[in-house]
C-alpha cells in the first residue's frame, strides 16, 4: 500500500456513537480492505484504493485540543484501523495512547488487529480504557475473501488470550454479522473463555457496501450471494431475520453465559445515533 502523509487540523472529532463523545482516527483509509468496510467513504481518494494517509501531527494537534477541550473519554479507531502495520514504522497510535493516559482521557479501541498485543503495557494504564476486538468470521476463508488483508484469526486469537490475561476490558465484536458467512455457532465455541461480554452487530446494508460484497460473495459461492440478497430484500425479511438469529443466540448462550449486546440498525437508512452498544440483552 502507498502512504501519503497528511497533515491534519482537528484530531478529536465529535460522533453520534453511545461509547463517547469524540472519536480519534490516526490514518486516513485501512490497509485491511475490507469489502463491508462502513468507513470507505472517508478514504484519502476513493478512487485510488492503494493510499493510506498516515495524519503526520496528529498527536501534535491532539496536545494543543486537550488544552482547551475538557474530555473525559473517545473512541479509537472508528473510520481507521488504529494498529494498521503502517503503525509499526509511524507509531502515531502509540503516541495517541500516551499523550490520553497523560491527560486522563480514557479509550475505547476498535480494533481487528493483533498488532495491538505490543500496547498491552499502555492500555493498562488506566483501567477505564477498553477493547472492542472484531471477530466475526469463523473461517480463515471467509475472512480472506471479504478482508483482503486483515490479521488472520488464528492471530486474533492468540492476541484474545494475552488481552485476557493483561486484564483489560474486552468485548468481542461479531459484527458486522453477514448473514450466511458469520457463523455464531462457530464463532462461539472459538471465543470460549475469552471474554465475557460480546456484541452481535447485524451487517448494514446500506452503509456497508452492498452490491460490492454481493459481488465478491458470488465468487466465493454463488448460492450465498442469493440468500443474502433475500435477507436484505424488504423491511419484513431483514426482520425475520434478525429475530431468528435472536432466537438463535439466546438458545447457544445457555452453554455459554455471555453479556451479549444484541445491535441491529434500521433498515435501508444509515448509521444513525439510535445504535446503542451499551444496552445489554442478556
Ligand atoms: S479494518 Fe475496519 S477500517 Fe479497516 S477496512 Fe476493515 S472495516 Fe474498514
Not at 221 to 239: F, H, L, Q
Amino acid at each position: 500500500m502507498r502512504i501519503k502523509l497528511v497533515h491534519t487540523q482537528r484530531v478529536l472529532a465529535p460522533t453520534i456513537m453511545t461509547l463517547a463523545g469524540f472519536t480519534i482516527n490516526p490514518y486516513r483509509g485501512c490497509e485491511f480492505n475490507c469489502s463491508y468496510c462502513y468507513a470507505k467513504s472517508i478514504r484519502i481518494d476513493n478512487k485510488n484504493r492503494d493510499l493510506l494517509g498516515v495524519k503526520i501531527n496528529a498527536p501534535e494537534i491532539l496536545e494543543k485540543e486537550l488544552n482547551y477541550k475538557k474530555i473525559d473519554k473517545v473512541v479509537l479507531g472508528s473510520n481507521c484501523e488504529c494498529f494498521t502495520y503502517a503503525e509499526i514504522k509511524f507509531k502515531l497510535t502509540e503516541k495517541i495512547l500516551t499523550i490520553l493516559n497523560n491527560n486522563r482521557v480514557a479509550y475505547t479501541i476498535l480494533t481487528k488487529s493483533h498488532l495491538i498485543g505490543n500496547y498491552l503495557p499502555l492500555i493498562r494504564q488506566n483501567k477505564d480504557n477498553r477493547i472492542f476486538f472484531t471477530f466475526n468470521f469463523s473461517r480463515e476463508k471467509i475472512r480472506s475473501f471479504l478482508e483482503e488483508k486483515s490479521p488472520s484469526l488464528e492471530n486474533r486469537l492468540a492476541v484474545l488470550e494475552r488481552i485476557k490475561q493483561s486484564g483489560i476490558p474486552l468485548r468481542i465484536h461479531i459484527g458486522p454479522f453477514i448473514p450466511y458467512l458469520s457463523d455464531l455457532d462457530e464463532i462461539f465455541f472459538r471465543i470460549k473463555g475469552l471474554t465475557r461480554e460480546i456484541n452481535i452487530e447485524l451487517y448494514h446494508s446500506k452503509t456497508g457496501n452492498f452490491e460490492e460484497v454481493l459481488q465478491k460473495v458470488k465468487d466465493y459461492d454463488y448460492s450465498i450471494a442469493g440468500k443474502i440478497r433475500t435477507v436484505y430484500e424488504n423491511r419484513e425479511s431483514y426482520r425475520d431475520f434478525s429475530r431468528r438469529l435472536r432466537i438463535q443466540a439466546l438458545a447457544l448462550n445457555k452453554s455459554y453465559g455471555f453479556k451479549i449486546y444484541f445491535i441491529v440498525p434500521e433498515f435501508d437508512e444509515f448509521y444513525d445515533s439510535r445504535i446503542n452498544y451499551e444496552n445489554p440483552i442478556f
